[in-house]
Every structure is written in C-alpha cells, then in structure tokens.
C-alpha cells in the first residue's frame, strides 16, 4: 500500500508538502499541489484517519462508556448515541467498562490520547467522577449523578418520580402486600428510585418490604427466589428494571404463581424486550433514545462553542401493559 513518502517521491515533494495538501493547512504552490494530487491518484494513496486526526486535533469520534453491555438499557442508548453521531459525521467508539473503575479510567485515557471528540459514559464511580473532571475533553454523564465529576453536563430521566409512579400503579391496582426488589442504592437511580417508593409508603403508611437487587437478570433471578421465600402472599412486585422483571417472572411463574391474577409486577426502563416479552410487561418508561440524542448534541454544541444545559433530566411516564390489572 502507497505510503506518503511514495506520493512524495513522484510527486518531487517532501513528505509535509503533502500532508499540507491533504489537510488544508497552509498554501502550497499550484504547480506543487497539482502534482501531489496526481501522484495521490496515481499511488491510490489512502490518508491513515487516525493519523489526520491527531494532525487535526478532532477525530470525529465520541467515546461512550458503558457498565454492561449485556444490558439492554445500554445498548439501546448506545444505539441511539451512533445514530446521532453518525447523521453528524461522527463516528462512536463503544466501551464496556463491567462496572470496573480501573477499565473506565483506561478507556477515559485512551479516548483522550485518540483526540475524541468527548465522551459519553455512564459509571457511578466517584473515583472516575475525578477523572471526568480533569478530563479536557467534554464529558456527559448518563443515568447517573456523580459527585466531584467537575464541569461535565448530565443526562438522565426523573428516577425520584417513576419510584412514586411504580408504588402508586400498584395500589391503583389494588395491590397489599408489595415488594421492592430495590436497584443498588449506591447507584444514583437506584437510591432516587427507592426515595420515590419511600415517599408514598410513608405518605399512606404503607410497610416497606425491599430486597436489593443488582440491575441484571441473574442478579434477578436471585433475589425473585428470596421473594418467593420471605414473602409468600406477595401480591405486586416492583422491579428495580425490566430485566430483573423478566428474572421475577420466571421464578414466580416456575413457583406457581399467576402473573397478574395472583401476583402484578412492574418494571422500569420500557427497553424493548418489555414488549417483545409475553406477557408484554407494565413499566416505567425512560426517553433513552431522547438521553441519547441529547448526549451528542450537547458535545456537538460544546465543540461549536455554543451554549448547552448542563444538568438534564428528562421526564418519565407509566406504561401500562399485560403485567398489571386495575381494580374495575
Ligand atoms: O437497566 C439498567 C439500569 O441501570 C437502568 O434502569 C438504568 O436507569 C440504569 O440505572
């Protein structure tokens, strides 16, 4: 493959006349510059991007950062991150970090050094949160609220308020004995999640019953079996997310138990699988393609130096399916 020493040599140029005539950089004379695109033409030359990125100080490319990719949550704002990237000529490079503070620092490092255009990333560490702040690209947060992460933006949906829509569907539909298969509280939306649960079980005197849960589906399956053990007579389970929904299914269908007449269940998420699933479950839905969208945007204006909310959070709402029956 041609190198740009090649188009050098035909062309009777050094090597950073060419690069100045594929960048753009500064004036190169006619006569030169007319014989660097021939001898480009001619080699079939292709410029390393890599390489005019660094040269150009942009790559066009958004780092995004995700705990698990496994998680549909994430692919799908992962999804719609690229396809706002991608209509403005950026391009996304996908990490998964499992949840592991070491790999996010690394990928944050690796993203700085390729001349990213910013990064999206959603973590709940702190320690990042540090690295985030004296991070010099533009950072936005998703899904989560990091303390000390400095100037970056944040996007996330109103956690607070689908706890209290979840607990209050369920009494809706005339649930007694409700458990909270609690999302973990050193996460952000987990806490937020249960203060809003919190808040109505104190406002009508409501008994909490909580078993906290991971946000996967093993993690599910786990605590849906403790469930099954501690409270038999449950009769409304709220799911921290819709995959330890799927999880709570499976344990208390296998146990017997009817979904809804004898048990209602509730997630949070609206992922896709929550319709796809049969039966099709009642949840919370969160805009993630909306947080998406709104990620790239807010780095895009930042790299036109235009202005951009810092702090986003974006509105939830109930979505009522097969899961749940209200009282007639
Ligand atoms: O499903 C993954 C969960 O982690 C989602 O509920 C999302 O809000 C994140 O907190």
Redo the contacts with the bound molecule.
């Keep these: 493959m041609a190198s740009i020493r090649d188009v050098a040599r035909i062309a009777g140029v050094s090597p950073s006349t060419v690069s100045r005539v594929m960048n753009g950089t500064a004036n190169v004379e006619e006569d030169k510059r007319q014989k660097v695109l021939a001898a480009i033409q001619e080699t079939g030359f292709k410029p390393n991007e890599l390489a005019r990125a660094l040269f150009k100080q942009s790559s066009k490319i958004i780092g995004v950062i995700v705990p698990n990719i496994e998680?549909p949550?994430?692919n799908e704002l992962a999804k719609a991150v690229e396809e706002e990237a991608y209509i403005n000529g950026y391009k996304i490079l996908l990490c998964n970090s499992n949840n592991n503070t070491e790999k996010e620092l690394m990928n944050i490092q690796m993203l700085n050094q390729m001349k990213a255009d910013g990064i999206i990333i959603l973590t709940y560490s702190d320690k990042t949160g540090q690295a985030i702040a004296s991070c010099q690209l533009p950072v936005v947060v998703v899904?989560?609220q990091l303390t000390g992460s400095g100037q970056s933006a944040y996007v996330e949906s109103d956690h607070y308020k689908g706890g209290k829509l979840a607990i209050l569907h369920l009494l809706d539909c005339g649930c007694k004995n409700i458990v909270f298969l609690r999302?973990p509280l050193e996460?952000s939306?987990?806490q937020q999640r249960y203060q809003g649960y919190h808040e109505i079980c104190n406002k009508y005197g409501i008994r909490e019953q909580c078993i906290d849960c991971l946000?996967d589906y093993e993690d599910g399956l786990r605590a849906a079996r403790e469930l099954v053990e501690k409270y038999h007579h449950v009769d409304g389970v709220i799911a921290?997310?819709d995959?330890i929904a799927i999880a709570t299914y499976k344990i208390l269908t296998r146990e017997g138990y009817r979904i809804p007449d004898d048990v209602q269940m509730i997630g949070?998420?609206n992922i896709r699988f929550s319709w796809l699933f049969t039966p099709e479950l009642t949840t919370v839905n969160?805009p993630i393609k909306k947080m998406g969208t709104l990620a790239v945007q807010i780095i895009l204006n930042y790299a036109k130096g235009l202005p951009f909310q810092q702090e986003n959070i974006l509105d939830v709402s109930l979505v009522e399916r097969q899961t749940t029956r209200r009282k007639e």
């Design positions: 998680n949550f994430f899904d989560r999302g996460v939306s987990g946000y921290s997310n995959m949070f998420d969160q």
